[in-house]
């Protein structure tokens, strides 16, 4: 078998001369999400493969940077997401709205903050906060933000209300004792204080700012009403509210084996905002959770099953033989909603496990064609930039420090596999 990384890079692809700002323009740097990928990508591939007026799906919504790129191109953008913070999230970066009516909300909501205005005990008794906040924010840091949400909630319109809530998510890392340059869960316990409100105050300039500029986009492509145009829901990625043979173009960056990771890094936006009450069942959604059995799943790749394999009987094979079955059954519902001829890009890097090379990109391509794809194109980018953890002990599989001598880079390269449905 031809392995994939022999194909020459693109450098096309790599959109390595644009900087941040360029890569969270408009609504796209809300919040801090893991593995996302740029715009730019997103973007390129609706222009490539796709028409305007075009329905574009995005199965793993994630930060939304899908839909976000469908509406400014002028395509109708859909996305579900098992997450409940990417729905919220992606509801947000995609709901335009008057500029007046944000600023007005955003003022008072300042004045009743400062003023120490009460908050109904109806709206403080929907803050129910699991014992787990304590674990990672002190007392004093807690109540401040208690009281700031408590206000963000007394918000009569909806998508107002969302919209600070987002901001209120996107402080919480800082507020707390997490600690700051570390993607994964690590407390500092000596980490300096910050003032949540000052915090919060200079989040929401920018988050107005911004979405004054993506409402200016999506009015002048003549979107009146968005929801003729948008759909986000928290729904399964194996089933899409689509109809049979009506997407045009699939554009997904799905998760990666260590998906569960991915729940580890929200979990504090879903402490607060009444999402979780306890871990392990929140990260049981994520695809390829290891405590599901998927072993009658026939993975339609004897590469992926040989992976799995080559892994063991453990908790690190059953994770990736379960993850290969879930996104079988994942591009299974891609070739139910796509048209002849419609094509799924799919984002997806490979990496080494336990000395396994785990050949993601080539499991898919196996798996789509043996479902009725065939491979249109595969493009192979480099990744300047991807809010990753970019390091992984060979020996143990974690995700480890950029200090530890046995480091090696767990995605340095990515595809962008291009399937067309026969």
């Known amino acids: 078998m031809k392995l994939l990384?022999?194909?020459?890079?693109?450098?096309?692809?790599?959109?390595?001369?644009?900087?941040r700002k360029d890569t969270s323009y408009i609504t796209h740097g809300y919040y801090t999400y893991?593995?996302?990928?740029?715009?730019?990508?997103?973007?390129?591939?609706?222009?490539?493969?796709?028409?305007?007026?075009?329905?574009?799906?995005?199965?793993?919504?994630?930060?939304?940077?899908?839909?976000?790129?469908?509406?400014?191109?002028?395509?109708?953008?859909?996305g579900v997401d098992v997450n409940e913070i990417a729905v919220l999230l992606s509801k947000v970066k995609t709901t335009p709205i008057d500029s007046n009516l944000l600023s007005d909300a955003y003022h008072k909501l300042l004045f009743d903050v400062e003023n120490d205005t009460l908050v109904s005990g109806d709206i403080l008794k929907k803050i129910v906060l699991p014992d787990r906040v304590d674990y990672w924010f002190k007392p004093h840091t807690k109540e401040k933000l208690y009281i700031l949400l408590g206000h963000i909630l007394t918000i009569n319109n909806i998508d107002v209300r969302d919209f600070f809530l987002i901001a209120f998510a996107q402080i919480l890392k800082s507020c707390s004792i997490w600690l700051q340059k570390s993607v994964k869960p690590t407390r500092d316990k000596n980490k300096k204080d910050c003032d949540p409100f000052k915090k919060f105050t200079r989040q929401s300039k920018m988050m107005l700012k911004k979405h004054a500029e993506f409402t200016r986009i999506i009015l002048e492509n003549g979107i009146d009403v968005i929801d003729k145009y948008?759909?986000?829901?928290?729904?399964?990625?194996?089933?899409?509210?689509?109809?049979?043979?009506?997407?045009?173009?699939?554009?997904?960056?799905?998760?990666?084996?260590?998906?569960?990771?991915?729940?580890?890094l929200h979990q504090l936006a879903s402490l607060w905002l009444g999402y979780l009450d306890e871990l392990s069942g929140f990260r049981k959604k994520f695809i390829g959770s290891a405590y599901t059995d998927r072993n009658a799943r026939d993975l339609q790749s004897p590469l992926g099953e040989k992976i799995s394999t080559d892994l063991g009987d453990n908790k690190k094979g059953r994770g990736v033989r379960n993850y290969y079955a879930d996104m079988l059954e994942s591009f299974l519902e891609m070739k139910r909603v796509l048209k002849k001829g419609g094509k799924a890009a799919i984002v997806i890097g490979n990496t080494k496990m336990r000395g396994v090379d785990i050949l993601n990109a080539e499991v898919f391509k196996e798996q789509f064609?043996?479902?009725?794809?065939?491979?249109?194109?595969?493009?192979?980018?480099?990744?300047?930039?991807?809010?990753?953890?970019?390091?992984r002990d060979p020996k143990t599989g974690q995700f480890t420090k950029s200090t530890n001598n046995n480091k090696e880079l767990v995605y340095p390269t990515e595809y962008i596999m291009i399937m067309e449905k026969l």
């Open 5 to 19: 990384k022999e194909i020459p890079i693109t450098y096309e692809w790599s959109f390595a001369n644009k900087t």
């Open 369 to 391: 064609e043996n479902i009725g794809f065939k491979t249109f194109d595969i493009i192979h980018r480099e990744i300047p930039s991807k809010m990753l953890p970019s390091t």
């Open 34 to 78: 893991p593995a996302k990928f740029i715009p730019q990508v997103a973007a390129k591939i609706m222009q490539d493969y796709s028409s305007e007026g075009d329905i574009i799906v995005d199965p793993f919504l994630g930060s939304g940077t899908t839909v976000v790129e469908a509406l400014v191109n002028k395509r109708v953008g859909i």
């Open 230 to 264: 948008r759909i986000v829901e928290n729904s399964d990625a194996r089933k899409l509210p689509c109809k049979n043979g009506e997407v045009a173009l699939v554009v997904t960056s799905p998760p990666y084996v260590t998906s569960y990771e991915y729940a580890d």
